[in-house]
């Protein structure tokens, strides 16, 4: 085969980033919240909600039932583009909606989380295919620009300001500058149907057969994770299918959980502390805008590339394992400014590996050719942990009952942790 001929691999890792960027607006919601609870919108905490759990649960069901069969028959090009198009769309609905919640519910919700669902798997499954020696480090840097993504786009709204250290000084912000929520939402419909667009410009499949230049695929056997192809059918009949979607529902469930209601609890934790409301903003704006979103992406790289050093199976576990004393521990930290911050930035970082372990983990156990019809599949246990996490924390909020959130989250994310340690490779009959 001419390699002269075959696109530089790289340029996917380029467009796979620059979607992601843009699929990774639902994990700014929490800039919204706070706004939404007040006039003209008057929405409930757990209305708020409603609008970032239907998004996560759209995401993850389109991505299974549509997106996975629809590029490996189509490529991922036009599934990609389509995705960004629908995306926009939404959050186009949305801003014309003006305080309307059901305008908003379908147009974040429903159409913009159809959009991410169509467009996240798109890069996962093209870069499994061009980066068969490096699994865990690329699956970490095509999908931290959806950890990085929330960091721009929260800060858009709010101006970039990182505690002591402004890089806009004199400028807070689209709000700030006097934009409404709708207002906002409108811009950045046309922002994300234009940018997924361009990035899936490089969405493309490596030719049948290709290799990387001097690599060598493992022999069948021990040590040739990814070479043994399953179909979702048999995917689905393995414990470790099972396993590994237990682990992602947990690690979902305590993530998410703290996106949709950090803004919320720690303007609530801080107030009681005795911090003044407009302080108490700022504080919880740096915890999610800058901590949580920064190492949510620097952990999908990290934990990524640690997972092909340590395996995924002993990375999985450790993950889940420190997320759990994490999770326990935020209703404490998030009383103090510091311990906020600390608390966000270790919940995002454990959080963010998730996106690179499970891809990568699927590929290993279930193969590399089929992993854009598998780890939908996979993917499916995020849409239930963006079910039960951002509910639960919302009715705890309602309840003023936050320890009730925390507390169960992290006792499961250490049971996950132990169970991750029985994941071996499965046999096929």
Same mark, same amino acid.
């Given at each position: 085969?001419?390699?002269?001929? +075959?696109?530089?691999?790289?340029?996917?890792?380029?467009?796979?980033?620059?979607?992601?960027?843009?699929?990774?607006?639902?994990?700014?919601?929490?800039? =919204?919240?706070?706004?939404?609870?007040? *006039?003209?919108?008057?929405?409930?905490?757990?209305?708020?909600?409603w609008c970032f759990s239907v998004g996560? &649960?759209?995401?993850?069901?389109?991505?299974?039932?549509?997106?996975?069969?629809?590029?490996?028959?189509?490529?991922?090009?036009?599934?990609?583009?389509?995705?960004?198009?629908?995306?926009?769309?939404?959050?186009?609905?949305?801003?014309?909606?003006?305080?309307?919640?059901?305008?908003?519910?379908?147009?974040?919700?429903?159409?913009?989380?159809?959009?991410?669902?169509?467009?996240?798997?798109?890069?996962?499954?093209?870069?499994?295919?061009?980066?068969?020696?490096?699994?865990?480090?690329?699956?970490?840097? &095509?999908?931290?620009?959806?950890?990085?993504?929330?960091?721009?786009?929260?800060?858009?709204?709010?101006?970039?300001?990182?505690? !002591?250290?402004?890089?806009?000084?004199?400028?807070? $912000?689209?709000? $700030?500058?006097?934009?409404?929520?709708?207002?906002?939402?409108?811009?950045?419909?046309?922002?994300?149907?234009?940018?997924?667009?361009?990035?899936?410009?490089?969405?493309?499949?490596?030719?049948?057969?290709?290799? !990387?230049?001097?690599?060598?695929?493992?022999?069948?056997?021990?040590?040739?994770?990814?070479?043994?192809?399953?179909?979702?059918?048999?995917?689905?009949?393995?414990?470790? =299918?099972?396993?590994?979607?237990?682990?992602?529902?947990?690690?979902?469930?305590?993530?998410?959980?703290?996106?949709?209601?950090?803004?919320?609890?720690?303007?609530?934790?801080?107030?009681?502390?005795?911090? *003044? *409301?407009?302080?108490?903003?700022?504080?919880?704006?740096?915890?999610?805008?800058?901590?949580?979103?920064?190492?949510?992406?620097?952990g999908r790289i990290v934990w990524g590339?640690?997972?092909?050093?340590?395996?995924?199976?002993?990375?999985?576990?450790?993950?889940?394992?420190?997320?759990? +004393?994490?999770?326990?521990?935020?209703?404490?930290?998030?009383?103090?400014?510091?311990?906020?911050?600390?608390?966000?930035?270790?919940?995002?970082?454990?959080?963010?590996?998730?996106?690179?372990?499970?891809?990568? /983990?699927?590929?290993?156990?279930?193969?590399?050719?089929?992993?854009?019809?598998?780890? !939908?599949?996979?993917?499916?246990?995020?849409?239930?942990?963006?079910?039960?996490?951002?509910?639960?924390?919302?009715?705890?909020?309602? /309840?003023?009952?936050?320890?009730?959130?925390?507390?169960?989250?992290?006792? &499961?994310?250490?049971?996950?942790?132990?169970?991750?340690?029985?994941?071996?490779?499965?046999?096929?009959?």
């Open positions: 085969m001419d390699e002269k001929k +075959v696109m530089n691999r790289w340029w996917v890792v380029v467009g796979g980033i620059l979607i992601q960027l843009c699929l990774g607006a639902i994990y700014a919601w929490s800039a =919204f919240t706070k706004k939404l609870t007040m *006039e003209p919108y008057g929405f409930s905490a757990s209305r708020t909600q996560l &649960a759209a995401f993850a069901v389109i991505m299974a039932l549509i997106a996975g069969k629809w590029q490996k028959k189509a490529g991922p090009r036009i599934v990609a583009l389509t995705g960004g198009i629908v995306l926009g769309a939404g959050y186009l609905l949305a801003g014309f909606s003006g305080n309307n919640f059901w305008g908003m519910l379908i147009g974040i919700g429903v159409l913009g989380g159809a959009g991410i669902g169509l467009g996240y798997v798109c890069p996962i499954a093209a870069l499994a295919k061009w980066f068969p020696d490096k699994k865990g480090l690329i699956m970490g840097l &095509a999908v931290a620009g959806f950890g990085f993504g929330a960091l721009i786009w929260v800060k858009l709204t709010q101006g970039f300001q990182f505690g !002591p250290i402004d890089l806009t000084p004199g400028w807070t $912000g689209l709000f $700030g500058a006097g934009w409404t929520v709708s207002e906002v939402f409108k811009l950045y419909g046309v922002l994300f149907a234009l940018l997924v667009g361009i990035g899936s410009i490089f969405m493309v499949n490596p030719p049948e057969g290709w290799l !990387p230049k001097g690599w060598t695929p493992p022999a069948t056997g021990a040590g040739s994770e990814g070479r043994v192809d399953f179909t979702p059918g048999e995917m689905a009949k393995t414990y470790q =299918f099972w396993v590994l979607f237990f682990n992602f529902t947990v690690g979902a469930m305590a993530g998410l959980m703290v996106i949709g209601i950090i803004k919320l609890f720690g303007m609530d934790a801080l107030s009681k502390a005795g911090i *003044e *409301e407009s302080k108490a903003g700022i504080i919880t704006g740096t915890a999610m805008g800058l901590f949580y979103a920064l190492f949510n992406g620097f590339m640690l997972s092909d050093k340590l395996g995924r199976r002993n990375s999985i576990a450790l993950m889940n394992l420190i997320q759990g +004393v994490m999770m326990a521990g935020f209703f404490f930290l998030g009383r103090s400014e510091i311990g906020l911050y600390v608390g966000a930035t270790l919940i995002g970082f454990n959080f963010g590996g998730n996106f690179a372990l499970f891809p990568a /983990a699927t590929a290993d156990l279930f193969g590399n050719k089929n992993v854009g019809i598998n780890y !939908p599949w996979v993917f499916m246990a995020y849409g239930v942990g963006g079910l039960f996490g951002p509910m639960l924390g919302g009715f705890m909020g309602n /309840a003023q009952a936050w320890w009730w959130a925390f507390t169960p989250a992290g006792i &499961a994310c250490i049971i996950a942790a132990a169970v991750a340690m029985t994941l071996k490779p499965p046999t096929k009959t």
